[in-house]
């Protein structure tokens, strides 16, 4: 109930592509989709969020798409670079007490030049 | 400097002793959080603290504990280490509003071994 889950574990892409990055939940008391970058060494940093009011939700190469019936959120990375080479992190958080996020698995991309 | 340090950076212990890993914030954040990294979990929570003195667990606290006798510190104490403990331990904070891009802030971690 308070999983968030998120595939795939690991991606590829080359310069130039579409990353994309899927995670389902099942908790309706979820309201709030966050989504973490991680570069190695480094804390995660917010990256872009979205509310389940939204459908999408763009940040120059950064899109969310949020589908509530489905339960299920996705990261777009346009024209991938290099430079996006990080770990990924979709995250949910609960509508009542303490703004805990839940963390999904992550996404370790790497964008090949 | 403003932010959210944490040290030490990196620890190695023995199982059995005890470990304290400290996190400070200095924008008087009212929520803090700990989590752990693995390889295959992502980032689980061991405790949070919503203010000064007001803590409770998250999803994996067994083995831990926390203290919040101010508001810009969180330390957390592994009371006797086991190997499982090995992990990248992240501490975090955030304020209360959840405005339109609300998120944590996060230090940059501890890397822990347990051996």
């Known amino acids: 109930q308070q999983q968030v889950k998120q595939s795939p574990q690991s991606l590829i892409v080359q310069k130039g592509g579409i990353s994309i990055i899927n995670c389902a939940y099942e908790?309706?008391?979820?309201?709030?989709f966050p989504w973490y970058q991680q570069f190695p060494g480094k804390g995660p940093a917010l990256l872009i969020a979205?509310?389940?009011?939204?459908s999408e939700k763009k940040e120059g190469r950064f899109t969310i798409s949020f589908n509530k019936s489905a339960k299920q959120f996705s990261l777009h990375i346009m024209d991938s670079q290099p430079g996006d080479s990080a770990t990924y992190f979709c995250?949910?958080?609960?509508?009542?007490?303490?703004?805990?996020?839940?963390f999904g698995a992550g996404t370790r991309l790497a964008v090949h030049p | 400097d403003a932010g959210i340090t944490q040290s030490p950076r990196y620890k190695i212990t023995e199982t059995g002793r005890q470990v304290t890993l400290m996190c400070h914030q200095t924008?008087?954040?009212?929520?803090m959080f700990w989590y752990r990294q693995d390889l295959g979990h992502g980032l689980r929570l061991i405790y949070y603290?919503?203010?000064?003195?007001?803590?409770d667990k998250g999803e994996v606290p067994d083995g831990y504990v926390v203290s919040r006798s101010k508001t810009e510190n969180f330390p957390l104490t592994l009371e006797s280490a086991t190997r499982s403990q090995t992990s990248v331990y992240f501490c975090?904070?955030?304020?209360?509003?959840?405005?339109?891009?609300?998120?944590?802030?996060f230090g940059s971690g501890t890397r822990l071994t347990v051996v």
């Open positions: 908790n309706t008391a979820f309201d709030y």
């Open positions: 979205i509310r389940p009011d939204v």
């Open positions: 975090a904070s955030s304020t209360g509003t959840r405005g339109v891009n609300y998120g944590y802030t």
């Open positions: 995250a949910a958080l609960f509508s009542g007490g303490y703004n805990k996020l839940i």
């Open positions: 603290s919503a203010a000064a003195d007001i803590t």
């Open positions: 924008w008087s954040h009212s929520y």
